[in-house]
């Protein structure tokens, strides 16, 4: 399965949560892993590049931190650039071949889950705050799973760390054997 798995950390060689669970999936067959700011940063958006990576993969990982209740800024602008490429402006070219593509995401953090509670200090369940892209791939008809989630990412020592890539592995593990690729036109 040719798995992409972007990943949207503007720290990520800092990034003690991120980096397991990249190495984690590292072990497995049909996975390949774009660091997307080492790619990007500070540079445009290479939407040429972009849409031929999407459309050559089964299935897409969007792997990044929540930073003040969203993903980063490059995730934002990659989505604009690309997704407004794909199914605004070439569509029959590209987001129509496009959909079908299973989307995963996959976020962590800083705080603890009881935070992303009513009752807790940022209100909403960390899975609310993801619904901006769970309404994208909706509309691309990108077929959603439910996303992995990891909290108190910069907090974790060494045994959870190994746990939380174990984790992720068997996660991604499930999420390519429960959901298909859907039929995309060439």
Not at 78 to 106: C, H, I, K, M
Not at 128 to 148: D, G, I, S
Not at 164 to 177: P, Q
Request: with cysteine; hydrophobic share 45%.
């Amino acid at each position: 399965m040719n798995t992409k798995i972007l990943v949207f950390h503007p720290n990520f060689s800092e990034s003690r949560a991120n980096v397991a669970m990249v190495r984690a999936a590292q072990m497995m067959n049909g996975i390949e892993i774009i660091d997307m700011y080492a790619q990007y940063a500070g540079k445009s958006i290479d939407v040429e590049l972009e849409t031929a990576r999407l459309l050559a993969a089964e299935r897409i990982v969007l792997q990044f931190p929540v930073q003040w209740y969203a993903s980063p800024a490059l995730l934002k602008q990659w989505l604009d650039d690309v997704f407004t490429s794909l199914y605004y402006v070439n569509y029959a070219e590209g987001g129509q071949r496009l959909e079908g593509t299973p989307l995963l995401v996959a976020a962590t953090a800083g705080n603890q889950i009881d935070a992303y509670t009513p009752t807790g200090l940022n209100f909403f369940a960390l899975e609310t705050l993801l619904q901006p892209l769970e309404a994208t791939a909706y509309r691309c008809k990108l077929p959603w799973y439910p996303p992995f989630l990891a909290y108190r990412a910069n907090k974790l020592d060494t045994g959870e760390l190994a746990t939380l890539g174990i984790s992720y592995r068997e996660h991604l593990e499930r999420w390519r054997h429960e959901i298909s690729p859907g039929l995309k036109s060439n």
